[in-house]
């Protein structure tokens, strides 16, 4: 018996490779297949053919003895998996095709109904899921699940998330090579030079942000036990010379106590490692000190928006005092601070904007996105209840890709994407100009002078000389790491 998991994205340029490598590794498949490998006598194998540099036809011949092919599914991704999965049913009829990951959760049953070269659609938490898929248990009694019998598509109930997910790890044998991935773009450039290892050390988050797709979680969270993790921390440096840890959890502080022990345990362990962790706006001023004398040199937020306002409108429980303080705390202590903004966001105008440009100063680096919309978050159902939008939205080839929260989409939205990504590059600009040590500390002496240089100039080839910069800085870092 043999599965195949698969990230199905192929790329969009003519160098997939050197694209793909911008991306993480596929954790998610991680978990699955080491789980599935541990609990059954199934031959198990992970493809991300992108960084790998495989075609789709060199990805379908690899599928070609899989019994079982499992496709990880994200909004902005799932015509390139889909298109994939229909491809596979031609060239191996007899393999059982299971869709699953974020975009699925909710767009199961109409996923089927449009698609019948799809087999089994997984919802929620997957590796006890799958394992019973491959042991052959019947598809009737498998939890988590919708699938198609017949002309019949069945939905079962979705499966309890376990409270301990110890069980749940990675065996990085099973994951492409790491090294086909860029280090933490983010970070510093001392730090990119670091031997780097990426992971997930906790489940879910227990806020409700209106535009958050991260509903598959329930709302939970969830955390390896501290002596758990610190073990496999171990296990890295001593089995792959990890000097640098990139946790993508969704929330790593959403218990201080589960992080004031796991910063004690890892300090008593005696192990020289130092990480990044996603923080929050009012973390206790304790628990980023704990952090920091634990081996953290890098928090990330997600802020959002400088607007208590807006704040309040996308759900988020902080205020901006409280990002101004926490990352004002974090810099006291010596931590590099990423944050993330959203522009576009519900009925945000450009003085909430210009509130949130102010904020960019505040941190070491950051990154600037349009609002995107995702099924069945609560903004979502705001949307298809005032007419704006529906689910057939999600099948229509004219929006392929990320679907924007911009003024040609959606009536409610008050700007156009090009007025948004000249925001995008201004914010950048406003940046650099302030910040010009921060820049050259993230993109070393060499680019960071350049793009200080490049803020600048005020011409109106800045934003196309920006992106050759940037086009070649990738290639740059691709070669050096």
């Known amino acids: 018996m043999r599965l195949l998991l698969v990230n199905p994205y192929f790329g969009t340029g003519t160098d997939a490779r050197t694209e793909g490598a911008t991306h993480s590794p596929p954790l998610g498949l991680g978990f699955l297949a080491t789980y599935v490998r541990d609990h059954s006598d199934c031959r198990v194998e992970v493809l991300d053919p992108a960084p790998q540099g495989l075609t ?80 052959g248990v019947p598809r009737a009694e498998i939890a988590g699940i919708t699938y198609r019998d017949g002309g019949r598509v069945i939905r079962n109930p979705l499966r309890a998330l376990s409270d301990s997910i110890n069980r749940y790890y990675i065996d990085y044998s099973l994951l492409p090579p790491m090294d086909l991935y860029s280090r933490d773009v983010e970070a510093p450039a001392d730090i990119r030079r670091l031997k780097t290892l990426y992971t997930i050390a906790t489940r879910g988050c227990p806020f409700q942000c209106s535009y958050c797709a991260n509903i598959h979680w329930e709302r939970r969270w969830r955390a390896t036990t501290p002596d758990e993790l610190v073990r496999r921390i171990k296990g890295w ?19 201080k106590g589960w ?44 802020i959002e928006s400088g607007s208590d306002r807006v704040l309040k409108r996308i759900e988020k429980k902080i205020t901006r005092e409280q990002v101004i303080e926490t990352v004002r705390a974090c810099r006291e202590l010596g931590l590099w601070t990423v944050g993330a903004f959203i522009i576009s966001l519900p009925d945000e105008t450009v003085e909430d904007y210009e509130q949130t440009l102010s904020l960019t100063p505040l941190v070491d680096t950051f990154q600037t996105n349009i609002q995107i919309i995702f099924p069945y978050t609560p903004f979502y159902e705001e949307l298809k209840g005032r007419g704006e939008i529906d689910d057939a939205i999600w099948f229509e080839k004219a929006h392929e890709g990320r679907l924007l929260y911009t003024r040609e989409n959606f009536p409610s939205a008050r700007v156009g994407r090009r007025e948004l990504e000249w925001m995008a590059l201004r914010t950048q600009y406003h940046h650099f100009l302030r910040r010009p040590g921060r820049v050259t500390a993230k993109y070393g002496w060499f680019f960071g002078s350049m793009m200080v240089v490049l803020a600048a100039v005020d011409t109106p080839l800045r934003g196309a000389l920006f992106r050759v910069a940037y086009r070649f800085r990738a290639l740059w870092r691709r070669w050096i790491y």
């Open 259 to 302: 992080v004031l022990e796991f910063c004690r345990r890892l300090r008593d362990s005696g192990l020289r490692i130092r990480f990044r962790v996603l923080v929050r706006a009012g973390t206790d001023r304790a628990v980023l000190k704990a952090l920091k004398d634990a081996g953290c040199v890098a928090v990330g937020f997600g």
């Open 237 to 255: 440096v001593e089995q792959f010379g990890v000097e640098y840890v990139r946790f993508y959890d969704d929330l790593f502080t959403a218990n």
């Open 56 to 135: 789709l036809e060199q990805t379908l011949a690899r599928a070609a003895e899989a019994d079982f092919v499992g496709l990880t599914c994200y909004a902005d991704t799932r015509f390139q998996c889909f298109e994939f999965a229909e491809r596979l049913r031609v060239a191996h009829p007899k393999a059982t095709i299971i869709v699953g990951g974020p975009h699925t959760f909710a767009m199961d049953e109409l996923i089927l109904r449009r698609y019948p070269f799809i087999d089994i659609v997984v919802r929620g938490e997957g590796e006890e899921t799958l394992l019973e898929i491959v042991q």
